[in-house]
């Protein structure tokens, strides 16, 4: 089992990465990716990327599909994810490419 590292991760490390993706590596050795959406005292939250196997541009969908292309409940393609500051190790940049 590896040690938990003790460098911690503060406010403003988390800040100057605000709307860009990153990976965040949790004390416990998790890592998560997704973009950074808020930052306060306690919390960060990211944008993860979700399922999006749903959603097709041109469908074929099923006859009164409820996820079909014109329909307000079609699934996210984030979903949040809120980590304690205080319990992160690393967070780094990672290239997105569009």
């Not at 973009?35 to 306690?42: K, L, P, R, S, T």
């Not at 919390?43 to 959603?55: E, I, Q, R």
């Not at 074929?60 to 994810?81: A, C």
């Amino acid at each position: 089992m590896t040690k938990p590292s003790t460098h911690k991760i503060t406010k403003s490390q988390c800040e100057s990465h605000m709307h860009r993706y990153v990976e965040v590596k949790a004390a416990d050795g998790y890592c998560y990716d997704g973009i950074v959406e808020h930052v306060d005292d306690e919390w960060l939250c990211l944008a993860v990327p979700g399922s999006v196997d749903l959603m097709r541009a041109f469908g074929p969908y099923p006859p009164f599909s409820p996820f079909g292309p014109f329909s307000p409940y079609r699934p996210r393609r984030f979903d949040r994810l809120v980590l304690p500051l205080a319990g992160l190790a690393a967070i780094s940049l990672l290239p997105y490419y569009w």
